[in-house]
């Protein structure tokens, strides 16, 4: 336990003597857990810094990278580690580094990534007004539309009604509120929605099965933290039973979902990244505030479609 203080303590020492010693800015990048999809983000906020001058290898920037792996005591502990080191500014990804980098820090400005917008994650203040430090790129829930309502479109089980299924997290706030978004979006449109709760990803394996033991023409993988981590496993599941993957997540496409549209993860973190460069030049985070994504795209997987005889709209991209 000593050991272990005196190591923490003397990283600290090491990172804040730094700090005091080089003009070279600091970055704290928080990620909740490992994903090859959520890495996409990761991977284009650096590559924006990088465009920009901040660069690892040229030492123009000292990154400090931590994951949680999934842990929300370690992630804030991560958080205060950087608030300790006294970093220039945190990158998060996705929502819960977001919330907790900003239920644990008030000044030190957070560029998220892969987060929805503040009043989604119930972040805002009493005035409904965004964390003062909150920056970088958010999503709402009217993407869900398209992708939710692409299903009937495509998928046409003869003369029964549609039955959808899914599965969502009910600790979060995210996945709680496109359950409710996707519920009237169901009711609307008349398509039966099956769904059932998990609270981590040891769940999703059991839970899956139930939920495809009830029938469904189709699973729907909506926004969150547990699916992303877990999706081989529900791939795994939905491919033994024949029952295509729709998802509102352009990254879950290459993994295995039959077609999505949402988010390019990589202009995700690459947007923010741009305002985190932004701030790097100029010091002062004056004109900069939360911005909604801006690339958004259709994509489908042509080996999935091939297996189910699935034709998609021209729209569509074939991702490779």
Same mark, same amino acid.
């Given at each position: 336990?000593?050991?272990?203080?005196?190591?923490?303590?003397?990283?600290?020492?090491?990172?804040?003597?730094?700090?005091?010693?080089?003009?070279?800015?600091?970055? +704290?990048?928080?990620?909740?857990?490992?994903?090859?999809?959520?890495? %996409? /983000?990761?991977?284009?906020?650096? !590559? =924006? @810094?990088?465009?920009?001058?901040?660069?690892?290898?040229?030492?123009?920037?000292?990154?400090?990278?931590?994951?949680?792996?999934?842990?929300?005591?370690?992630?804030?502990?991560?958080?205060?580690?950087?608030?300790?080191?006294?970093?220039?500014?945190?990158?998060?990804?996705?929502?819960?580094?977001?919330?907790?980098?900003?239920?644990?820090?008030?000044?030190?400005?957070?560029?998220?990534?892969?987060?929805?917008?503040?009043?989604?994650?119930?972040?805002?203040?009493?005035?409904?007004?965004?964390?003062?430090?909150?920056?970088?790129?958010?999503?709402?829930?009217?993407?869900?539309?398209?992708?939710?309502?692409?299903?009937?479109?495509?998928?046409?089980? +003869?003369?029964?009604?549609?039955?959808?299924?899914?599965?969502?997290? %009910? /600790?979060?706030?995210?996945?709680? !509120? =496109? @359950?409710?978004?996707?519920?009237?979006?169901?009711?609307?449109?008349?398509?039966?929605?099956?769904?059932?709760?998990?609270?981590?990803?040891?769940?999703?394996?059991?839970?899956?099965?139930?939920?495809?033991?009830?029938?469904?023409?189709?699973?729907?993988?909506?926004?969150?933290?547990?699916?992303?981590?877990?999706?081989?496993?529900?791939?795994?599941?939905?491919?033994?039973?024949?029952?295509?993957?729709?998802?509102?997540?352009?990254?879950?496409?290459?993994?295995?979902?039959?077609?999505?549209?949402?988010?390019?993860?990589?202009?995700?973190?690459?947007?923010?990244?741009?305002?985190?460069?932004?701030?790097?030049?100029?010091?002062?985070?004056?004109?900069?505030?939360?911005?909604?994504?801006?690339?958004?795209?259709?994509?489908?997987?042509?080996?999935?479609?091939?297996?189910?005889?699935?034709?998609?709209?021209?729209?569509?991209?074939?991702?490779?």
């Amino acid at each position: 336990m000593k050991k272990g203080f005196f190591i923490f303590s003397l990283s600290v020492f090491m990172v804040c003597c730094a700090r005091k010693d080089s003009t070279v800015p600091v970055l +704290g990048f928080a990620d909740a857990f490992q994903d090859v999809t959520i890495e %996409q /983000a990761k991977n284009g906020f650096l !590559d =924006a @810094l990088k465009e920009q001058g901040f660069d690892e290898e040229k030492g123009t920037l000292k990154l400090l990278y931590r994951n949680a792996q999934g842990n929300i005591p370690t992630l804030t502990q991560i958080i205060n580690y950087f608030v300790a080191s006294k970093v220039t500014l945190i990158a998060s990804c996705p929502t819960l580094s977001t919330i907790t980098a900003v239920q644990n820090n008030k000044d030190i400005p957070i560029f998220m990534m892969v987060s929805p917008i503040p009043s989604l994650m119930k972040v805002n203040d009493a005035q409904d007004q965004a964390p003062r430090n909150l920056f970088g790129v958010g999503e709402n829930l009217d993407y869900i539309d398209t992708s939710f309502l692409l299903i009937p479109t495509v998928i046409k089980p +003869g003369s029964e009604p549609l039955t959808v299924g899914m599965i969502y997290n %009910q /600790a979060e706030p995210q996945s709680v !509120d =496109a @359950l409710e978004h996707i519920k009237k979006l169901a009711a609307d449109h008349k398509v039966n929605l099956i769904y059932q709760s998990i609270h981590s990803s040891a769940d999703v394996q059991l839970v899956s099965a139930s939920l495809l033991s009830k029938n469904i023409d189709v699973f729907f993988a909506n926004p969150d933290n547990i699916v992303f981590e877990s999706f081989e496993t529900i791939v795994e599941a939905c491919n033994q039973k024949n029952i295509p993957i729709f998802t509102s997540e352009a990254g879950l496409v290459q993994r295995g979902a039959l077609a999505a549209y949402g988010a390019d993860l990589h202009q995700w973190g690459y947007q923010s990244g741009l305002q985190a460069a932004q701030y790097l030049k100029t010091k002062s985070t004056e004109g900069l505030h939360w911005e909604m994504v801006k690339v958004r795209k259709n994509v489908y997987n042509p080996a999935v479609a091939a297996k189910y005889g699935i034709e998609l709209p021209s729209n569509f991209q074939a991702l490779q």
